[in-house]
């Protein structure tokens, strides 16, 4: 199995880098967001908790969260492996899923930082406001959710350097050319993965 994880501020392209590793590692693509908008959509007893929430643009509770990332592991047991996308967001998550990891005999192998700069974000969530319309892309709500990036998600790359598994990637510029250093990471990390396992 080949677990990984991928951070980055919103608005930095973590779902379509993503979407991109998914098909072509063959990977279970987990995306916290698009899992709660759904539930918002259909209007559940979890969606209608997490939807003010979200437009306001804060963290959905912890416990809530755990409750997804379960159901998602048990519906995909058979999965060669994960992508994470937008989870964990606090230190309480991650330590959940390291111990899930743990209890499953598995591990997270590769942590993906993508760089890009506040002001630089900020544009792209508006822009992305006028053509997708996702409620919680306005301009007060980006600023929030960057605020909330920075305080609360990004201790969480200090976590996983100090396991030595984060790869930082300048997720400016081009779709391809980023996805061309996102895949050389994984391959790398691949080919020591199997090394390892041969010897
Ligand atoms: P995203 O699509 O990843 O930008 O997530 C959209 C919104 O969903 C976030 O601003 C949060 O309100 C909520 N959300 C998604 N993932 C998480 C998470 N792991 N922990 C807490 N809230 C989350």
Redo the contacts with the bound molecule.
């Keep these: 199995m080949l677990n990984i994880l991928i951070f980055g501020p919103?608005g930095s392209g973590?779902?379509t880098q993503s979407l991109r590793i998914s098909d072509k590692y063959g990977l279970s693509h987990i995306?916290?967001?698009?899992i709660?908008?759904n539930e918002v959509d259909r209007q559940t007893s979890l969606g209608k908790k997490?939807g003010k929430?979200?437009d306001r643009?804060?963290?959905?509770?912890?416990e809530l969260?755990i409750d997804i990332l379960h159901s998602m592991m048990e519906k995909n047991r058979v999965a060669k492996g994960f992508i994470f996308?937008?989870?964990?967001?606090?230190i309480v998550?991650a330590k959940e899923l390291d111990a899930l990891m743990e209890k499953l005999n598995n591990d997270i192998h590769i942590v993906i930082s993508l760089e890009v700069p506040d002001e630089e974000v900020v544009a792209r969530l508006l822009k992305r406001a006028e053509l997708e319309g996702r409620t919680?892309d306005n301009r007060e709500t980006v600023g929030n959710?960057l605020k909330?990036y920075n305080q609360q998600t990004a201790p969480l790359l200090d976590y996983y350097s100090r396991q030595g598994k984060l790869r930082t990637v300048k997720g400016v510029g081009r779709i391809d050319e980023i996805f061309k250093d996102v895949s050389s990471i994984i391959d790398k990390e691949l080919s020591t993965y199997r090394l390892k396992r041969n010897n």
């Design positions: 919103p973590k779902g995306s916290t967001g698009d709660l908008r997490a929430i979200m643009g804060e963290l959905v509770p912890d969260l996308d937008g989870f964990p967001r606090t998550q919680d959710r909330i």
